[in-house]
C-alpha cells in the first residue's frame, strides 16, 4: 500500500475552509484515498474517500489531483468541534480483511 | 439511532485477571473489528471477523481471543497472556463489500496494574 505523508500540525479560523493536504506520490491505479479524524479520546469517525475524482458529502469535499499524487480534504465552513487529527489512508479497494493503517496524522485546531 | 456501543467506557483490573470487552452494533453490518490504540499512535488490528462464527487473527492477536455468535455481537477477552494490556480499544464494524468504510465505537480504555 501506498505510504502517505501529512503535515503534523495545523490551525484554523472558525468558520473558515480548512484545507488539509496528503502525499501519497506512490499511489497506484486501484488504490482508494480515505479520510477518517479522530477528536480525542473517541474512536475514529469516516469522513469521505475517492479514487480519482473529486467527491463531496455533507461533512467534506476531496479534492485528487489528475496525477492523484496528492490529495487534499476540504472542511468548507470548520467550527470548533472540528478540531481533531485527521488521517489520510491510502487502500486497495478491498483485501486484507479491512485493516485500516492510520499513519501519524495531521492535528487540526479550529481557533475561536 | 443505529451505531455501535462499548462498554464499559473505562476499565480497571489487576494483573493475571482475564476482562472481556463488550462490542454491539446494531447497523446490521457483517464485518466486525477490534483494534488497539496506544497513546499518540495509530490502531493496531488485533481480529476481524466478516460473517457469524468466523474471525481471522489481525496484527496483534497474541494473548487476546474473541467470539462471534451473533451478527450484532463481537466481544473481546483480553487474557492473561497479554504482557501489555492497559490501552484504548475501539471497536469497529462495515458492509463487507466496503470494508474500509469502518464505523467505530467509543472505545473501552483498559488499565491493568
Known amino acids: 500500500d501506498a505510504k502517505t505523508t501529512q503535515p503534523t500540525s495545523m490551525d484554523c479560523a472558525e468558520g473558515r475552509a480548512a484545507n488539509l493536504p496528503c502525499n501519497h506520490s506512490?499511489?497506484?491505479?486501484?488504490?482508494?484515498v480515505y479520510w477518517y479524524r479522530q477528536i480525542h479520546s473517541q474512536g475514529p469517525q469516516y469522513i469521505i474517500h475517492?479514487?480519482?475524482n473529486n467527491e463531496t458529502n455533507e461533512m467534506a469535499s476531496l479534492i485528487i489531483t489528475e496525477d492523484r499524487k496528492s490529495s487534499t480534504l476540504i472542511l468548507p465552513h470548520a467550527t470548533l468541534r472540528d478540531t481533531a487529527v485527521y488521517y489520510c489512508?491510502?487502500?486497495?479497494?478491498?483485501?486484507?480483511?479491512?485493516?485500516?493503517?492510520f499513519g501519524q496524522g495531521t492535528e487540526l485546531s479550529v481557533k475561536p | 439511532d443505529g451505531g455501535i456501543t462499548q462498554s464499559p467506557k473505562y476499565l480497571f483490573r489487576k494483573e493475571g485477571q482475564n476482562v472481556t470487552l463488550s462490542c454491539e452494533q446494531n447497523l446490521n453490518h457483517d464485518a466486525m473489528y477490534w483494534y488497539r490504540q496506544d497513546p499518540g499512535q495509530g490502531l493496531r488490528l488485533i481480529y476481524y471477523?466478516?460473517?457469524?462464527?468466523?474471525?481471522q487473527k489481525g496484527d496483534i492477536a497474541e494473548g487476546y481471543s474473541v467470539s462471534r455468535e451473533k451478527k450484532e455481537s463481537f466481544p473481546l477477552t483480553v487474557t492473561s497472556a497479554q504482557k501489555n494490556p492497559t490501552a484504548f480499544y475501539l471497536c469497529?464494524?462495515?458492509?463487507?463489500?466496503?470494508?474500509?468504510?469502518?464505523?467505530f465505537g467509543p472505545g473501552t480504555r483498559l488499565t491493568v496494574t
Open positions: 506512490t499511489i497506484s491505479g486501484n488504490e482508494y
Open positions: 469497529a464494524s462495515s458492509i463487507v463489500g466496503r470494508v474500509y468504510e469502518q464505523y
Open positions: 475517492g479514487l480519482k
Open positions: 489512508i491510502v487502500r486497495v479497494g478491498y483485501n486484507q480483511g479491512g485493516k485500516l493503517i
Open positions: 471477523s466478516q460473517i457469524v462464527n468466523d474471525f
